[in-house]
Structures are given as structure tokens and as C-alpha cells.
């Protein structure tokens, strides 16, 4: 099958970055959603000695814990929880009293704060483990998302290498079917899990067949056009480096 080789590919692929990078293995932060359990697998199937898979829980759902578990017990990968709920409270509420303090508080942003505070906690706590390791720090992000911009820059967005860059939405779930991922992973909505309820559609304001649909150039609703577009456009900043002046 076309899939199983192009699974093969990206597993030697990431045997390839070790050595190249001359690191000693690969980490993951797994969150029991279907792109981290893809990744999860991928990275125990070219290092299955030197893969790690770390469930970093911020005020999470139980399920979400529970999903990030049975991805890495199915697996077969090293793995372990450790909760940064004591760390983010503790950050996010210094950066609101100072703020407070100093009458800047703007409190319609702070669930973007907060979200995104999260992301990079997760983000400083991986690269903490794979500096201490000599691991490269492998992100979960696709194809759809890193178009439309839906990660957080220096967040998850924040890592060594992109294996599933090259995927769309649905491609993701095609490779978890013949990876075996769990069902009920496979049957989840996207969803970063910051509140309950919340879904990547929602957020997104358009489903991931549209977005793939336009990424493989087939025609969509100029309504779900726009909102693509505009969203490529307004996140072209977290796909590029940091901007410098052209000094002369």
C-alpha cells in the first residue's frame, strides 16, 4: 500500500535526523488526539529504545489524560505524566496581577493568553527533557493546521522536526488506521482540549475537508475560501523566522 510506504519513509527519515543531528533519540508530548498518537508511533517504530512520550496535563479532561495513556500503552512506548497545572496557575496569575497592577488588563484576551501560555509551557518542559536527554523534540502539527496557522508559535509549534508537515487532516487518519491507533482516537473530534466542548472546527470556523479540499487544489465554497485564505494570511508570522532589519 501507498500509505505503508510512505510510513516507512518517515520512520527512516527520522532515524536519519538523529544521526544527522547527533542526538541519542526522539520525544513527543502526547495528548490522546489522533495527530500525537500517529507521531507517537512513528517515533516508537524508529527508536523503540530511545523514543519518549511525555503527557503533560494543564486542567485537562480525565479523558484526555486517559487517551494519552492508552495511546502509549498500545504503542509500546516509554512514557510518564507529569502535571504542570501548579506551574501555569502560578505563571499565568503573576502576568495577570502585574498586568492588573499597571492597568494594562486586558480580559477579553486572556483565554488567547491563556492558551497559548499552556502551549509553551508544554513546549519549555519537552525541550528541558530533550536537553537533559539529548533528544530531538518531534511536534504533532499537519498540514492543514500549519497552513491555516492553527498552533502556537514558540508553543507547538516550537520544535525539531515536522514528520506529518507533509499530511492532510485526512491523510493523519489514514495513517493512524494502519498504525492500529485505538478507535475511540480515531473517533474523537480534533480538539486541543483547552475547555470543555472545545473542537478545532469550531475554533478553526471551517471543517478540515475544506481545508484539505483547497490544500489539494479541488473547488470549495468561496464562503470557506475566504476564511482559509485570510487565515494563511494573518498567521504567515509563525511559519517564517523572526523578522530582522535589512541593515546596510
Known amino acids: 500500500m501507498e500509505v505503508e510506504k510512505h510510513i516507512d519513509y518517515i520512520i527512516d527519515w527520522l532515524r536519519d535526523q538523529v544521526k544527522i543531528s547527533k542526538t541519542k533519540g526522539l520525544l513527543v508530548g502526547i495528548s490522546g488526539g489522533i495527530d500525537s498518537a500517529v507521531v507517537a508511533n512513528l517515533i516508537y517504530k524508529a527508536m523503540p529504545d530511545r523514543s519518549l512520550g511525555a503527557i503533560l496535563p494543564i486542567n485537562n479532561q480525565r479523558e484526555d489524560i486517559e487517551d494519552g495513556l492508552l495511546v502509549a500503552n498500545t504503542c509500546g512506548i516509554k512514557h510518564f ?3 504542570l497545572n501548579k506551574e501555569h496557575q502560578s505563571l ?3 502576568v495577570m496581577d502585574k498586568l492588573q497592577e499597571i492597568n494594562l488588563l486586558d480580559h477579553e484576551r486572556e483565554r488567547v ?3 497559548n501560555l499552556r502551549a509553551r509551557l508544554r513546549m519549555s518542559t519537552l525541550y528541558a527533557l530533550g536537553n537533559n536527554l539529548n533528544y530531538l ?3 504533532t502539527d499537519n498540514a492543514s493546521e500549519l497552513y491555516t496557522g492553527y498552533f502556537t508559535k514558540y508553543g507547538d509549534g516550537g520544535v525539531d522536526l515536522l514528520p506529518l508537515a507533509n499530511l492532510k487532516k485526512y491523510q493523519v487518519y489514514e495513517w493512524a488506521r494502519v ?3 485505538p478507535k475511540n482516537i480515531i473517533d474523537k473530534r480534533p480538539s486541543a482540549g483547552l475547555w470543555q466542548g472545545q473542537t478545532d472546527e469550531s475554533e478553526l470556523g ?3 475537508k475544506s481545508i484539505d479540499s483547497y490544500l489539494e487544489g479541488m473547488a470549495i465554497n468561496e464562503y470557506d475560501k475566504g476564511i482559509i485564505e485570510r487565515l494563511h494570511r494573518t498567521t504567515e508570522h509563525k511559519r517564517n523566522m523572526p523578522i530582522m532589519p535589512d541593515w546596510k
Open 81 to 83: 505524566i507529569l502535571d
Open 92 to 94: 499565568h496569575n503573576k
Open 113 to 115: 493568553m491563556d492558551a
Open 137 to 139: 523534540v518531534v511536534g
Open 179 to 181: 498504525l492500529n491507533i
Open 206 to 208: 471551517i471543517t478540515y
